[in-house]
Every structure is written in C-alpha cells, then in structure tokens.
C-alpha cells in the first residue's frame, strides 16, 4: 500500500523561506510523477507544481512560479517544495501526490491525475 507522508510545515514569518517534504512509502519512484498542492481555508484545492521521478521535467503554476522550486531525490523516496518569500496569502494546507505513470511530454496539473496522497501539512504564515 502506497502512503505519503509530508513534512515540514509550521509557522513562519512573512519573506521567510520553508521547505516541506513528501516521502513515499510502499512504492519506488520509478516512474511516478509526483505533484503539489495546496487548499486554503474556503477554497478550491490549488495546483503548485509536478515533478517526475528522475528530476528532468518539472513545471509549475503561474502562481508560484520564481518563488517555490521543486525537486526530488529518488534513491529517498522522497520529493521537495522549497517555498521562499513566503507571504500570507501563501497560508494552506500543503499535500503531494502521486500517480503511477507518465506520458512523455505531458503535465499532470489536476486533482484527479493523482492517485495517491498525503495527509496533509499546514503552512501559516504571518504577517
């Protein structure tokens, strides 16, 4: 059985920097493509980024681009979301997903491409 587990979310300032993890288990990385999301009191869940698993492709939402950075490392299991100049609005619940395989060339940027999920880490971040 697949879990997800994130990592890494708390409490920080305005413009600070954080990093939230997304370690797989009960799977290997091999072709997964893992992706970021995040939900905000009130509101849909947002689409930040994809990664696939060896690293060479990742994209990211409009939104977050220049400030957040994703990455992995597969022989960890484990992807990254690097957040900086964080800024209230950037206030959520984080999540990563994964699905199981890939089509090369193509972005995985919806809710229902994923399969699988975690549980969910919380970044406040005040003013």
């Known amino acids: 059985q697949v879990q997800l587990v994130e990592s890494g979310g708390g409490l920080v300032q305005a413009g600070d920097s954080l990093t939230l993890s997304c370690t797989a288990s009960?799977?290997?990385?091999?072709?997964?493509?893992t992706g970021w999301f995040r939900q905000a009191p009130g509101k849909e869940r947002e689409f930040l980024g994809g990664?696939?698993?060896?690293?060479?492709?990742?994209y990211y939402a409009d939104s977050v681009k220049g400030r957040f950075t994703i990455s992995n490392d597969h022989t960890k299991n484990t992807a990254y979301l690097q957040m900086n100049s964080l800024k209230p609005e950037d206030t959520a619940v984080y999540y990563c997903?994964?699905?199981?395989?890939?089509?090369?060339?193509?972005?995985?940027?919806?809710?229902?491409?994923?399969?699988?999920w975690g549980q969910g880490t919380q970044v406040t971040v005040s003013s």
């Open positions: 997903a994964q699905r199981d395989s890939y089509a090369t060339g193509r972005q995985y940027r919806k809710e229902d491409d994923y399969e699988y």
């Open positions: 009960g799977r290997t990385f091999s072709s997964a493509t």
């Open positions: 990664i696939l698993w060896n690293g060479k492709t990742i």
